[in-house]
């Protein structure tokens, strides 16, 4: 089950690093870039931080699959 | 899950102004299913607690330092260190025992999960009554904005979320969640 749950996991923080991605592409792009930092900071912002969250969420699916459990 | 899949589909819809192949009427459709599941849940939450008096999620009356000092020993050290450099907590003393929530659970992670479904609630409120009530232009331009950033720091949340509770030394809780049985090794650990 746990590798399940580290499959699950993994692939939930490589989606918020794709989305977070789409998110900073999208406040430097065209449309964003004419509407005023305003509006381009949230995205940008937003998207790094989801990309940033989401490492220590790999390391631990990795963990959780390469780690032994101390307790059984 | 199915609220931050269908919110975010929209948002990223009109972020990057691209056609979708998804009938549009059926993501608002599941949006708004989600939605009222969420109220339910929240609502069921709430008055659970309430009833039974249950506080464990909560600091605890004139338990604020300790409990701000439990945390600073339960944060990675670096992290630790600096906030009780900030506040002036004693880390010389030993942590306070944990009870049946940790202190990053009462000080950082609920009340984030709080304040997230709050705002999110409140403003898809707001955005759903547009239907039955007028709402003024610039009202609905901020509540649409704060209702985005706040769907974002759920999403933010739920990635926080599985990485403390998919993180090894917590994989026991996650098996006893399904079978309701706790390892005897992991409870004389604490």
């Not at chain 1, 991605?21 to 995205?43: C, D, E, N, R, W």
């Not at chain 2, 059926?26 to 609502?43: G, P």
């Not at chain 2, 050290?77 to 030993?94: E, H, N, Q, S, V």
């Not at chain 2, 974002?152 to 599985?162: E, F, I, Q, S, T």
Request: proline share 6%.
């Amino acid at each position: 089950m746990k590798f399940l749950w580290a499959l699950l996991g993994l692939l939930y923080a490589l989606l918020n690093i794709y989305v977070g991605y789409i998110f900073v592409t999208a406040a430097m792009g065209h449309g964003l870039s004419q509407k005023g930092l305003l509006l381009q900071a949230p995205p940008f912002l937003g998207g790094i931080a989801l990309a940033v969250l989401a490492l220590p969420l790999i390391w631990n699916c990795a963990r959780l699959v390469v780690v032994p459990p101390r307790v059984s | 899950m199915l609220l931050i899949a269908t919110g975010g589909w929209q948002y990223i819809k009109g972020l990057i102004a691209a056609e979708t192949p998804i009938y549009m009427g059926t993501v608002y459709r599941i949006h708004y299913f989600a939605a009222t599941l969420l109220i339910f849940a929240t609502v069921a939450f709430l008055t659970d607690w309430w009833l039974r008096g249950e506080r464990g999620l909560t600091p605890g009356k004139g338990q604020s330092i300790r409990s701000l000092r439990g945390l600073a020993h339960e944060l990675p050290k670096p992290f630790g260190t600096i906030l009780a450099y900030g506040l002036g907590l004693d880390l010389r003393r030993p942590a306070p025992p944990t009870e049946q929530f940790t202190y990053y659970e009462r000080l950082i992670s609920f009340p984030l999960w709080e304040l997230s479904i709050g705002l999110v609630m409140l403003t898809g409120i707001i955005k759903a009554v547009r239907y039955i009530y007028p709402i003024p232009g610039d009202v609905l331009y901020w509540v649409s904005a704060v209702h985005v950033g706040a769907g974002v720091l759920l999403a933010m949340k739920l990635v926080d979320h599985l990485r403390y509770v998919l993180a090894p030394s917590r994989w026991a809780l996650m098996a006893t969640m399904a079978t309701g049985w706790i390892p005897e090794g992991f409870v004389k650990r604490f």
